[in-house]
């Protein structure tokens, strides 16, 4: 029986990693099936960007987060997504030892700052539709600065402490099995610390809340329609159904946020509590594909916006036709309707 020689990550190397070879046509469609998928993700969330950061009428406390979600989802895909789908793809890591340990770094505080930013999204839209009087008074566009700016700070020491205490800033051969891989040592008590922190918590929240604000818009909803049963104004009438249409396009879009949000990184943690390995390997190829998975949702956000937000849509063609560079563009109105 004919035996298939085993390829290896560095040939030149006794104590190289084992690499995963596939036939030519595969590696060219997995390249630019990962080209697309990066380049989508840079490319809408840089629309995000541009849209908030440029159009004045967009200068809102929730805005703001989702600007703040974008550029985090931004880095994602320049500097995390390229790396990752290159392991999955070649199943070795051929970045070195130093690129390891800033590749982990990025990864988890850039994730964990899109989660928190979900959430603190899902917050936000609480406080907006189950106690607008408090909204309007307490939540400012300074406030909404000051939390991004806690949401990335806390984010970045959480993580940096993950990673220091399970001995993943000592360097990479200590924990290396083979070299061709980048491992990331977690103990078990981190484990659950880390799912605990970054999933749990702020998903309940998201789930709690959201659950919530769908209850309250509902009520809102059956109040309006009460109250336009009475009225019989055509203005006003048209004003009810405005009114009752933002309300459910604003619950089931943030909805369709929190699903999408779920079912990208609720797979990943299932995995980390069935198997609790001391490390994460760069060459499992489950591993990566669950990490790509969980990245993936940085390219499915600008989508739903997208899809659901108008005025994402008209900022798009604005940006596209280079007609922000005309004068006073920032001033532009986004919106057809006064909601």
């Given at each position: 029986?004919?035996?298939?020689e085993?390829?290896?990550?560095?040939?030149?190397?006794?104590?190289?990693?084992p690499?995963?070879?596939?036939?030519?046509?595969?590696?060219?469609?997995?390249y630019?099936?990962?080209?697309?998928?990066?380049?989508?993700?840079m490319?809408?969330?840089?629309?995000?960007?541009?849209?908030i950061?440029?159009?004045?009428?967009?200068?809102?406390?929730?805005?703001?987060?989702?600007?703040?979600?974008?550029?985090?989802?931004?880095?994602?895909?320049?500097?995390?997504?390229?790396?990752?789908?290159?392991?999955?793809?070649?199943?070795?890591?051929?970045?070195?030892?130093?690129?390891?340990?800033?590749?982990?770094?990025?990864?988890?505080v850039?994730?964990?700052?899109?989660?928190?930013?979900?959430?603190?999204?899902?917050?936000?839209?609480?406080?907006?539709?189950?106690d607008?009087?408090?909204?309007?008074?307490?939540?400012?566009?300074?406030?909404?600065w000051?939390?991004?700016?806690?949401?990335?700070?806390?984010?970045?020491?959480?993580?940096?402490?993950?990673?220091?205490?399970?001995?993943n800033?000592?360097?990479?051969?200590?924990?290396?099995?083979?070299?061709?891989d980048?491992?990331?040592?977690?103990?078990?008590?981190?484990?659950?610390?880390?799912?605990?922190?970054?999933?749990?918590?702020?998903?309940s929240?998201?789930?709690?809340?959201?659950?919530?604000?769908?209850?309250?818009?509902k009520?809102?909803?059956?109040?309006?329609?009460?109250?336009?049963?009475?009225?019989?104004?055509?203005?006003?009438?048209?004003?009810k159904?405005?009114?009752?249409?933002?309300?459910?396009?604003?619950?089931k879009?943030?909805?369709?946020?929190?699903?999408?949000?779920?079912?990208?990184?609720?797979?990943?943690?299932?995995?980390?509590?069935?198997?609790?390995n001391?490390?994460?390997?760069?060459?499992s190829?489950?591993?990566?594909f669950?990490?790509?998975?969980?990245?993936?949702?940085?390219?499915?956000?600008?989508?739903i916006?997208?899809?659901?937000?108008?005025?994402?849509q008209?900022?798009v063609?604005?940006?596209?036709?280079?007609?922000?560079?005309?004068?006073?563009?920032?001033?532009?109105?986004?919106?057809?309707?006064?909601?």
């Open positions: 029986m004919e035996q298939t085993v390829q290896y990550c560095f040939q030149s190397s006794n104590s190289s990693c690499k995963e070879v596939r036939p030519t046509a595969v590696y060219v469609v997995m630019i099936s990962a080209a697309a998928v990066v380049m989508l993700t490319c809408g969330n840089l629309m995000v960007i541009i849209s950061s440029h159009f004045k009428q967009l200068h809102t406390p929730t805005n703001l987060l989702v600007l703040s979600l974008a550029v985090a989802d931004f880095l994602i895909g320049v500097t995390v997504m390229p790396f990752c789908l290159i392991v999955l793809i070649e199943t070795c890591w051929y970045f070195g030892e130093t690129v390891c340990i800033i590749y982990n770094t990025l990864r988890f850039l994730t964990s700052v899109s989660i928190n930013h979900v959430a603190c999204i899902a917050i936000d839209r609480y406080f907006a539709v189950c607008p009087l408090l909204y309007s008074t307490k939540i400012t566009v300074n406030i909404t000051l939390i991004i700016m806690l949401n990335w700070l806390i984010s970045l020491l959480y993580n940096l402490a993950l990673i220091y205490f399970n001995g800033m000592n360097g990479v051969e200590e924990i290396t099995i083979c070299y061709g980048c491992l990331f040592a977690i103990s078990e008590t981190w484990v659950i610390v880390d799912l605990l922190v970054v999933f749990i918590l702020p998903c929240v998201m789930i709690i809340l959201y659950l919530k604000v769908f209850v309250v818009a009520k809102h909803v059956k109040v309006i329609s009460a109250i336009r049963e009475h009225k019989s104004s055509n203005d006003e009438n048209k004003s159904k405005i009114t009752i249409k933002s309300e459910r396009k604003a619950v879009t943030l909805g369709i946020v929190i699903a999408v949000f779920l079912l990208c990184l609720v797979p990943y943690y299932i995995c980390t509590l069935v198997d609790t001391v490390s994460l390997s760069s060459s190829v489950v591993i990566n669950l990490f790509w998975l969980l990245y993936f949702n940085s390219a499915v956000n600008p989508i916006y997208a899809l659901f937000y108008p005025w994402f008209k900022s063609k604005l940006i596209v036709t280079l007609r922000i560079f005309k004068p006073a563009s920032s001033l532009l109105n986004l919106f057809p309707q006064k909601l």
